[in-house]
């Protein structure tokens, strides 16, 4: 952050510590709290403090209004008022110096970098994006295609589809918990959300494998998904707490069985109507495409033959989460989407070992799906990410200084958005300075849809990569044998990109 230069506003004298007579405790009546309350608890307070001079826990509005009088005396407060009062302060308190060294030169850039331009609209579906803008750098470099898409609605339907069923599964599991325990609480709360992990794209594509978009393109709800989510949600809850009232009456199983199956379809139901069927995973379908060489070619596979480029099984995830002990394998309790399918996972490692393997990666041409919290520091009309880019403390004379593992630990920032980094440029002692990043909000946001992020909001705002292996040494790939340490649904390596 930036440097507070400007005049510093008048300082109140310290409160001293107020010593209170008769202390609330869990163990008082409403009405003895509400007596404790009313009695005078020490000494008053400096006459320029917001807090009330009878009690250090009430504002005292009449002070706070003294208090806003003093300030707008500060003619640098006016102005702060005047600018920052009428328009975005994220806009208004803008860098210049670094909107000026934005650039898109890079001195590695993977081939094949994504062509088009894809775009998410208004769904939450970031990480099927990034994760289809990375297979398709090894379908285009198997068939020799310049450009094309993957569909990101036909993972879509499926993930719907196997999340329904993972929260049914996850209800019938934690049975034994109060409907309103947090972990029940969680489960309510996103039965079946859009966002999503790359263990989850892996789980898909194993499984239901991938197509050109021509095959199955958006629908409107696939490009708008609110209200079907809205819909199932709904839907879910309610199928919930029936799974759990015949769970609880010791129902047969077969009884379960049978309720939940037809829960499920109707799941499927809303899905189809609101998506359209699916291609069948196992049945073989034509594409017509032109090579770089403008050559018709056709292509008669399976979704999931055709899966078989991406080799995406292999790649690991690994994470900069400062809370926790590096090279220590992490996993998140009943999150998921294919039940008894592949568990998320972390791998745990420092953010310099992070950054050498993104860099190896760029240098094999290989495309990275990385997590990032994307809503902090950055501006997505000219797609920039640096954490010198809006100077709040310059603005608002404030200082700001979590580190990264506090802003976890608060709930400050987490993994709000998956992109794809392409390119990296390199300083003369071969440290990363600033990478390029491949979004998925059209061509119109950023350059050309592409943005740019400094090495250091990656040391900030970045807490997931997803790599090859043979990028990383032996002991960060032997953490992966590890027993994992399982953190809460609720913990923020939990949050879905």
């Not at 300030?71 to 600018?83: E, I, P, Q, T, V």
């Not at 095959?215 to 609110?226: E, F």
């Not at 002990?325 to 989407?337: A, K």
Request: aromatic share 8%; proline share 5%; hydrophobic share 40%.
């Amino acid at each position: 952050m930036g440097s507070v230069e400007s005049t510093p506003m008048p300082q109140a004298p310290p409160i001293r510590a107020m010593s209170r007579k008769r202390p609330a405790s869990p163990q008082m009546t409403l009405d003895e709290k509400f007596d404790a309350f009313r009695i005078d608890h020490g000494d008053a307070v400096s006459s320029s403090s917001i807090l009330s001079s009878n009690n250090s826990a009430h504002v005292s509005g009449a002070k706070t209004e003294q208090y806003v009088h003093e300030l707008l005396k500060d003619s640098k407060n006016r102005l702060g008022l005047s600018a920052l009062s009428t328009a975005n302060p994220s806009a208004v308190l803008e860098r210049t110096s670094v909107i000026l060294r934005d650039t898109q030169y890079y001195s590695i850039t993977i081939p094949n970098e994504g062509s088009p331009v894809t775009n998410q609209r208004s769904s939450g579906r970031c990480w099927i994006f990034a994760a289809t803008n990375v297979f398709r750098v090894a379908i285009q470099q198997k068939y020799d295609i310049k450009s094309f898409e993957l569909s990101q609605a036909y993972l879509f339907f499926w993930d719907k589809v196997e999340k329904a069923n993972y929260f049914l599964e996850s209800i019938l599991d934690t049975v034994g918990d109060d409907v309103d325990s947090r972990l029940v609480s969680a489960l309510m709360a996103s039965p079946v959300g859009d966002g999503g992990q790359w263990d989850m794209i892996v789980n898909l594509v194993s499984k239901y494998g991938i197509l050109p978009q021509e095959l199955y393109p958006d629908s409107w709800n696939a490009q708008n998904s609110s209200v079907m989510d809205r819909l199932l949600t709904t839907k879910l809850r309610e199928d919930g707490l029936r799974l759990r009232a015949l769970k609880a009456s010791s129902s047969s199983a077969e009884k379960i069985a049978a309720a939940k199956e037809k829960m499920m379809q109707d799941i499927v139901r809303i899905l189809t109507l609101c998506l359209g069927p699916p291609p069948s995973a196992d049945e073989k379908f034509t594409w017509t495409y032109y090579d770089s060489s403008h050559k018709l070619k056709t292509l008669s596979l399976t979704p999931l033959e055709f899966a078989a480029s991406t080799h995406v099984t292999k790649f690991i995830s690994i994470v900069n989460d400062p809370r926790n002990d590096y090279n220590r394998l992490l996993t998140v309790d009943h999150l998921g989407n294919v039940w008894d399918g592949r568990p998320i996972t972390y791998v745990n490692v420092d953010k310099t070992v992070l950054k050498d393997a993104c860099v190896a990666m760029l240098k094999k041409g290989l495309p990275i799906f990385f997590g990032s919290d994307v809503g902090k520091q950055s501006d997505s009309a000219k797609g920039l990410m640096d954490t010198d880019l809006v100077d709040y403390e310059l603005g608002f004379n404030v200082k700001l200084g979590l580190s990264k593992a506090e802003r976890l630990l608060t709930g400050e920032s987490a993994m709000t958005h998956a992109m794809v980094l392409t390119a990296v440029h390199l300083d003369a002692d071969n440290r990363p300075v600033r990478w390029r990043v491949e979004n998925s909000w059209s061509s119109t946001a950023g350059t050309d849809g592409y943005f740019v992020m400094s090495d250091a909001w990656m040391d900030e705002y970045c807490y997931q990569a997803v790599v090859d292996p043979s990028v990383v040494r032996q002991d960060v790939r032997d953490v992966l044998k590890q027993k994992p340490k399982v953190l809460p649904l609720w913990d923020p390596m939990g949050a879905l990109a």
